[in-house]
C-alpha cells in the first residue's frame, strides 16, 4: 500500500510567485494535516482536515496560505504571493484519527523562496 | 497553548554506547507522546510512543519514560548502531485540542559513529 505522498519534493521560487503543494494521503484515512519545519527549528502545525472540511486552521500563518481539501482525497497548499521567511519543509500527514492511530507523515516538501 | 522543548540539538555517541534524548512539555492536560525518527532525505516515522496512563514502554533497544508530575519524557537508545543515525523529535498532543494535533520538539541530531 501506498504511504503519504507528496508533489513536488523540491521547489525553488522567486520572492512574490506562486506555488502549489499537493498531498495524496493514504487511502481511507479521513485526517489529512499539513505541518511545516523551518531551518533548524520546530515542526509546525499548520492545518487540519477531516474528510474535505477544515476541522482546525489555527497554524496557518496568514492569508497568503490556501489550503483545499476538495472531494476528501488529495489536498493542496498555494502560497500566494511567496515571501523569503516561507521556505522550510512543509510535511503533509494522514491518520484514521481515532485515539491511538499514528499519524503517517510524506517525505515533504522542501521549498525554497529566492 | 503546548510548548515542547527537547535537548540536546546534537548528540555524538560511539558505536554501542546509550543516547538519551529529553523533552519537556508545558501543557498538563497532554496525554500522548510519540516519539518520531526522520533519516536524511526520508519521512519523519513513528518509532515509539507513550500515553499518560503508563511511564515507560520498551521497544527492543528504544525505550520511552514519562514523568507527568514533572512534565517531562525521554527517549532511551541502547547499543546504539550507526544506523540509528537520524533526527529525532519528540511531540506531544492535547486531546482537547486535537488527538493528532502534534506539538514538536525543535528534534536531535544523533550521529553514531562506528
Known amino acids: 500500500e501506498a504511504g503519504v505522498t507528496q508533489f513536488p519534493s523540491h521547489s525553488v521560487i522567486e520572492k512574490g510567485q506562486t506555488v502549489t503543494l499537493r498531498c495524496d494521503p493514504i487511502?481511507?484515512?479521513?485526517?489529512l494535516y499539513w505541518y511545516r519545519r523551518v531551518m533548524g527549528k520546530e515542526i509546525k502545525f499548520l492545518l487540519h482536515?477531516?474528510?474535505?472540511?477544515?476541522?482546525?486552521e489555527s497554524g496557518m500563518p496568514n492569508n497568503r496560505f490556501l489550503a483545499e481539501r476538495t472531494g476528501g482525497t488529495y489536498s493542496t497548499l498555494k502560497v500566494q504571493p511567496a515571501e523569503l521567511e516561507d521556505s522550510g519543509v512543509y510535511f503533509c500527514?494522514?491518520?484514521?484519527?481515532?485515539?491511538?492511530?499514528?499519524?503517517?507523515f510524506g517525505q515533504g516538501t522542501r521549498l525554497t523562496v529566492v | 497553548g503546548e510548548n515542547v522543548e527537547q535537548h540536546p540539538s546534537t548528540l555524538s555517541v560511539q558505536e554501542g554506547d546509550s543516547a538519551v534524548i529529553k523533552c519537556t512539555y508545558s501543557?498538563?492536560?497532554?496525554?500522548?507522546f510519540p516519539w518520531y525518527k526522520q533519516e536524511l532525505g526520508k519521512r519523519p516515522q513513528l518509532i515509539i510512543d507513550?500515553?499518560?496512563?503508563?511511564g515507560e514502554k520498551k521497544d527492543q533497544r528504544i525505550a520511552v519514560t514519562l514523568n507527568k508530575t514533572a512534565k517531562h519524557f525521554s527517549l532511551h537508545i541502547t547499543e546504539t548502531q550507526p544506523e540509528d543515525s537520524a533526527v529525532y523529535f519528540c511531540?506531544?498532543?492535547?486531546?482537547?485540542?486535537?488527538?493528532?494535533?502534534?506539538?514538536f520538539g525543535t528534534g536531535t541530531r544523533l550521529l553514531v559513529s562506528p
Open positions: 501543557d498538563s492536560a497532554s496525554n500522548y
Open positions: 511531540a506531544a498532543s492535547n486531546p482537547n485540542t486535537g488527538f493528532q494535533k502534534l506539538v
Open positions: 487511502s481511507g484515512h479521513d485526517n
Open positions: 482536515f477531516v474528510k474535505e472540511s477544515k476541522q482546525d
Open positions: 500527514a494522514s491518520s484514521l484519527g481515532r485515539e491511538g492511530t499514528e499519524a503517517f
Open positions: 507513550i500515553r499518560s496512563n503508563v
